[in-house]
RNA sequence: GCGGGCGUGGCGGAAUGGCAGACGCAUCAGACUCAAAAUCUGACGUAGUUUCUACGUGCGGGUUCAAGUCCCGCCGCCCGCACCA
């Protein structure tokens, strides 16, 4: 009888054995390059949720491995960012001494997982040599005209007392702490990401990436095509220009609203509207964004203003109203009450007239709702009569030879606001020249050091902690030598993780970001696993930044990361996120010890299917472990049985192999895993009747698991009499020829219920088939057969009427 | 409101249109044991007249020889966007 499985002896003896012989070294191969998003290094450690992720990309990397490949599989720190900094602030500890802590503390949970992480290459985004390189981009995109300074209305957090980016923004609320988000007018640092819009947006088409994940992107960068139209302000030497995507209705436009926010608003309200206006505009200044989002009600002012029709010269009143907003088009809108339902509300309740200039049936109808469809043009001069479809298409070039207007597209995405006035970031390397204007650090003096600071507490002025030091602001300008100050605003967290991939191929070299030659090689990313809260924050600001490098010659690929995987999260028991405050963090570390790290890892991809949320459920490993153990068991006795194979096991391995294969490229984790089971029950099975299963097909076994239970897999291959490593080996291969049987069985349906189960030869022809069918279910064909369906393999269904 | 996804035993879940419930958890019974744990063997959708039959994949229709799977209409849950003109 074989010793019972004992993993802890098993997982240490192996452990060691590949930190003194790491596999996973000869560079000679073809590259594969498998990214974890990395982690923010928090004090709290890791829970079982974060190792979802891990495992799936290991064992991936794994299986990359044993087909042939040098698999590029890295693992490095976020670690700028607010935490530490909240952290640094609570206990007056240095964050760069808390998040070393924490960095030692979560690389040893994350040794715990795999020895196949390539330590050589990790990286921190918090080091200077690492930084240094994130505010030279910085520097190449300030060259370029797409970093610049700014001062306007952005979002502000008040929890975290910082500007922050649209992106930033999750439901009106702060996507750090949760906090509902405000305006507040600053003086920011601005990336033009919208000069890339339409690539970001074109470039989609090329991603194996989840749909989910392109579709929020997509609708985030939003295109839409349409026109600009102008109207004059009647009595004032003053035109307003529309964005309008449906210039098709201008005949229908029946009054203008422009967003209160405009410095125009106030200018165009006249005497006698003047106060209703001032209190309109001071009363949505006062509305958070959450606020402005739940109720939808519509509110506004007249302006006492009229702008003409350009088409018609029709009259239309201008109104001021927060519906429209400030930084989408022109902040004016043309309103078409009849075709656009928003447009239709505010005529409601305001009492504005209504006219329809699209028909579906080119009458004229009343309308109790906004008609957004296409029809004939109706009420519109000499446009009536025509296809709306057809003249929306036609509209602008109309317009831009009647001088009024031109086509126009537009963009949801909004440049990017790039800084923090928080202390925990990259410095932003500028330096503020009275003479000079803004003037970029050079090169040779980067990095610019993230100096000490007494205290790490945001002013809430709007200027950042680093403004405080004095001796660190005051500097001389690298242009003319003059007194000048510092950019005191850091870079927000998500700079550092826009380019980091590519430095894990190249983190050593002090002369540039990354060598051309060893990013040719290696880049881009063939497989990107993390959560999909990303999706339109650090993926979209990674492709961003992958354009510009690309734009400026520094890698030859536009798109950083090939495949993504959006792995599910890992809930408590009752579904319930978990937290350290809710008291439901389920440990790694207790389960190691008592399951093994082979469990751990098969049960973190049995809980569920890897993309889908799934909750721990503590009992579920036992199953795990049981089956590892059965596996131990099986082969420990077969190795000291040491019988031939048999024709039986030679099938089931090549079947085995069939569906394990299949199983793992449809990336159908949890069913890989309940595979495994099943087949090892089958085994034990064939090994009752047979007294073992032969060394070779143990053998086979061990190489597929070994992508998913590494230490067991390496200890059996060893006792199997091999010397040497198991990764070196491909994974098997199975001949398509033994997987069919001699005898099948077939479902025998009369009219679709299944009525018998026969078994009869595979080679059986359909005449045969059914013959034998209609045996077994002879005393069910009592009316006439009126059809007999055979689907080889499967089912015979006879269809009998009467 | 718009867009996307999902809905299967007590639970997690499995099923290229072809025997629904694989695999696992839990439960029950048996073996081993003084006993328990572990392990092994078996049962395990519901109902009934229990070697058999009927019903059964959120609800109602439809297509098909055959539907968890495809189509139409509902209901419920989850996610994303949220006045982008």
Not at 361 to 379: Q, S, W
Not at 747 to 763: F, H, L, M, P, Y
Request: hydrophobic content about 35%; glycine content about 8%.
């Amino acid at each position: 009888m074989a010793v019972p499985y004992n993993h802890t002896e098993i997982e240490n003896k192996w452990n060691a054995y590949w930190k003194e012989h790491p596999i996973n070294t000869d560079e000679s191969k073809e590259k594969y390059y498998c990214l974890d998003m990395f982690p923010y290094p928090s004090g709290n450690g890791l829970h079982v949720g974060h190792w979802r992720g891990y495992v799936i990309s290991d064992a991936w990397s794994r299986y990359k491995l044993m087909q042939g490949y040098h698999v590029i599989h890295p693992m490095g720190w976020d670690a700028f960012g607010s935490p530490a900094e909240n952290y640094a602030i609570k206990t007056g500890r240095h964050p760069a001494v808390t998040t070393a802590e924490n960095v030692a503390h979560i690389k040893e949970q994350i040794s715990q997982i795999s020895d196949l992480y390539d330590w050589d290459r990790e990286v921190n985004t918090t080091d200077p040599s690492f930084y240094k390189w994130t505010q030279w981009i910085f520097v190449q995109m300030f060259k370029k005209g797409l970093a610049y300074e700014k001062e306007m209305p952005i979002n502000w957090c008040p929890s975290c007392q910082t500007g922050i980016s649209n992106e930033d923004v999750v439901g009106g609320r702060c996507e750090r702490c949760g906090s509902p988000v405000t305006k507040r007018n600053m003086r920011q640092w601005m990336l033009k990401i919208t000069a890339y819009a339409d690539r970001l947006l074109d470039d989609l088409q090329l991603l194996d990436w989840p749909e989910k994940v392109i579709k929020m992107q997509s609708d985030w960068i939003g295109r839409s095509y349409g026109a600009e139209v102008e109207f004059h302000v009647d009595g004032m030497d003053e035109v307003l220009t529309v964005y309008t995507t449906r210039p098709d209705t201008l005949y229908g436009a029946t009054f203008m609203v422009m967003a209160p926010e405009l410095k125009l608003a106030g200018e165009l309200a006249t005497p006698e509207q003047r106060e209703a206006v001032d209190a309109y505009i001071e009363a949505t200044s006062m509305r958070s964004s959450v606020d402005r989002m739940q109720d939808k009600e519509k509110t506004g002012v007249f302006t006492g203003r009229y702008a003409v029709n350009p088409l018609n010269g029709k009259k239309i009143p201008i109104w001021l109203s927060d519906y429209v907003l400030s930084d989408y088009g022109t902040g004016v809108i043309m309103c078409v009450p009849a075709h656009d339902e928003r447009d239709f509300d505010f005529a409601k309740k305001f009492g504005l007239e209504i006219i329809p200039v699209i028909s579906p049936d080119g009458e004229e109808h009343e309308l109790t709702e906004a008609y957004i469809g296409t029809g004939k043009v109706i009420n519109s001069g000499d446009w009536n009569g025509m296809d709306s479809d057809d003249l929306k298409q036609k509209a602008p070039h109309i317009l831009e030879e009647k001088g009024i207007g031109r086509k126009q597209k537009n963009f949801k995405l909004r440049d990017w606001v790039f800084a923090r006035q928080r202390y925990w970031g990259e410095p932003i390397p500028i330096v503020h020249c009275e003479k000079c204007g803004c003037v970029a650090v050079p090169e040779d003096q980067l990095p610019v050091l993230l100096p000490d600071v007494e205290s790490y507490q945001p002013t809430g002025t709007g200027e950042s902690p680093l403004a405080a030091i004095e001796d660190w602001v005051n500097t001389t300008c690298p242009q003319c030598g003059g007194p000048a100050k510092r950019e005191t605003n850091t870079m927000p967290q998500w700079a550092g993780s826009s380019w980091y991939y590519l430095r894990y191929v190249d983190p050593h070299n002090d002369e540039a970001l990354v060598d051309r030659e060893i990013a040719d090689k290696y880049l881009p990313v063939d497989m990107y696993i993390g959560g999909v809260e990303h999706a339109v924050l650090h993926l979209l600001y990674s492709r961003f930044y992958t354009k510009f490098l690309y734009d400026i010659g520094v890698v030859d690929f536009q798109e950083p990361f090939k495949k993504l995987f959006n792995q599910g999260m890992i809930t408590g028991e009752n579904g319930i996120k978990m937290s350290k405050s809710k008291g439901n963090v389920i440990s790694p570390d207790d389960l190691i010890r008592d399951y093994g790290c082979d469990s751990l890892r098969m049960y973190e991809l049995f809980v569920g299917p890897p993309e889908q949320e799934s909750a721990w459920n503590d009992r579920g490993i036992d199953g795990v472990r049981r089956y590892l153990s059965r596996f131990w068991t099986l082969a420990c006795d077969s190795i000291e049985a040491d019988v031939a194979r048999t024709p039986e096991m030679e099938k089931l391995i090549h079947k085995m192999t069939y569906d394990i294969t299949n199983r793992f490229d449809g990336f159908y984790l949890n069913t890989v895993i309940s595979g495994f089971m099943e087949y090892n029950n089958k085994f034990i099975d064939l090994a009752k009747k047979t007294g073992g299963i032969d060394k070779e097909t143990i053998g086979t076994m061990c190489l597929m698991l070994a992508p998913f239970a590494p230490h067991i897999c390496a200890e059996i291959w060893e006792r199997l009499g091999h010397d040497d490593c198991i990764y070196d080996h491909a994974w098997p291969t199975y001949d398509e020829s033994k997987l069919a049987d001699d005898l099948v069985e077939i479902a025998v349906q009369v009219n679709g219920k299944t009525r018998s189960v026969i078994e009869i030869s595979a080679e059986a022809s359909k005449d045969e088939a059914i013959a034998a069918a209609k045996d077994a279910v002879a005393s069910r064909l009592t009316g006439t057969i009126v059809k007999e369906i055979y689907v080889p393999g499967k089912i015979v269904n006879i269809v009998v009427k009467g």
